[in-house]
């Protein structure tokens, strides 16, 4: 009994490697308290939209689309400020603005003097400070932990994520039934303030900054972040790969309220429970993440898409309400793996002083990918349905990863074998070395 204990500690250990370090632990803190609100304010936002414009996938499509458009213009500036400025000082800075943001949207739906189009105008406001916000964070992970955790805190800041979409949404759910969306978004103003505490009391002399250049010796551009990234083939499929399944794969956001509202006639509870489920999945993928100690191999990526999409094309065919639930589980762990496996590869294969560009590029491939494809599978799930539009984002992202495959193989010049005997295992035979067999079933 006392070695099965040790043994648990030790693996928990391993799991919360990087809480050990005190600026992260103040990061992950504020990061869990504000995604908390955030994800009750979105919840809480997809709802509104659809009272004030009478179920209408499009105007959900619509605010989804402004909340991720200035992505495509910003993220890239976002980067080369990263690179060039302090990162923590530039975190304080964009996540006051939000809080501000944030508590005028609460007050004016609590005054009910909101309309349609003031949640697009704030949907648009919010995502200019979430553009400039993400890539300097996600940058700023590789400052707060050594080179050897940093695998381990990408990890542990996905499971912060999914952890607050999993409390987030299940709040919203119950506190939207019983006291309006009102409430929710004033909690999620008050909440969205706690990071900047947590920067406020970081230890600068802590951080590792050692591989960037001097401040005032940075000259970066925002072209020739682009030029590395192009010359990176490893980067450049990996970006292919998120732009696409984010594009159509990614959109459980606008197509779950309709597939609850209107597939199966239920109420913001359903959502909540749909919302949540993925979300535990999507907490278990990023904690199976976390014990990953180098770069992930392209091969990890590409599995984990084909199995998200296999699973979410299952997601849009079946019709049974719980079996969809019990489906989202499975279906969030490996959207989240996929997504943190391509994280990291990007991640831990770029260099120090290109990381906040190279970040930037994939915040823009990744989220802004949204604003294209939010539109149009709202449109689509109008049109179709919400399970039609579920199973094609499921077959479009399942065939990018065959093709991610093939492209790769060809490449490489590696060769996928299957055996069946004794029990059915895939190889990636490589030309220097063979990767250890993942099992099949």
Do not use: C
Not at 255 to 272: M, N, R, V
Request: aromatic share 10%.
């Amino acid at each position: 009994m006392g070695e099965a204990h040790l043994i648990v500690r030790r693996r928990l250990g391993r799991i919360f490697q990087s809480l050990t370090i005190r600026n992260y632990r103040l990061f992950a803190t504020g990061q869990l308290v504000k995604l908390i609100g955030v994800w009750m304010q979105f919840t809480a936002q997809y709802w509104l939209v659809l009272q004030l414009s009478h179920d209408s996938g499009t105007a959900l499509g619509t605010v989804v689309a402004l909340q991720f458009l200035p992505v495509l213009f910003l993220s890239l500036y976002g980067g080369k400020l990263a690179d060039r400025y302090d990162k923590r000082k530039l975190l304080i800075v964009v996540n006051a603005a939000w809080s501000v943001l944030s508590l005028v949207l609460a007050l004016m739906i609590m005054s009910g003097v909101v309309r349609l189009w003031h949640v697009f105008v704030f949907a648009g406001l919010l995502g200019v400070v979430n553009a400039i916000e993400t890539p300097v964070r996600q940058a700023f992970v590789s400052e707060m932990v050594e080179t050897r955790l940093l695998p381990n805190a990408l990890a542990l800041s996905a499971a912060t994520f999914n952890s607050a979409r999993i409390v987030g949404p299940a709040l919203a759910g119950l506190a939207i039934a019983w006291f309006g969306t009102g409430p929710v978004f004033l909690v999620s103003a008050l909440s969205s303030i706690s990071p900047v505490f947590s920067f406020v009391r970081m230890r600068a002399a802590e951080l590792h900054r050692e591989d960037l250049p001097p401040q005032d010796a940075r000259q970066v551009s925002i072209r020739d972040g682009l030029r590395y990234v192009w010359r990176r083939s490893d980067l450049v499929m990996v970006m292919t790969m998120i732009a696409v399944v984010g594009a159509v794969g990614f959109n459980f956001g606008i197509t779950l309220p309709i597939l609850a509202k209107t597939t199966y006639d239920t109420g913001a509870e359903a959502f909540g429970l749909f919302t949540t489920l993925l979300a535990l999945g999507s907490l278990a993928g990023a904690l199976a993440s976390t014990g990953r100690r180098e770069r992930p191999s392209a091969y990890v990526v590409i599995g984990s898409a084909m199995l998200f999409g296999l699973l979410e094309v299952a997601v849009g065919v079946v019709t049974s309400f719980w079996l969809v639930s019990l489906l989202l589980v499975p279906t969030g762990f490996f959207m989240i793996f996929f997504a943190q496996s391509a994280n990291q590869r990007v991640q831990l294969g770029a260099d120090a002083a290109y990381r906040g560009r190279v970040m930037a590029l994939y915040v823009l491939v990744f989220l802004g990918s949204t604003p294209v494809g939010g539109p149009l599978i709202g449109w689509f799930a109008e049109v179709a349905g919400a399970p039609a539009s579920i199973w094609v984002g499921g077959l479009v992202s399942l065939v990018t990863a065959a093709v991610a495959l093939a492209l790769q193989l060809r490449s490489s010049g590696d060769r996928l074998r299957v055996r069946m005997r004794p029990r059915p295992r895939v190889y990636v035979t490589v030309a220097k070395e063979t990767i250890a067999p993942a099992r099949v079933g």
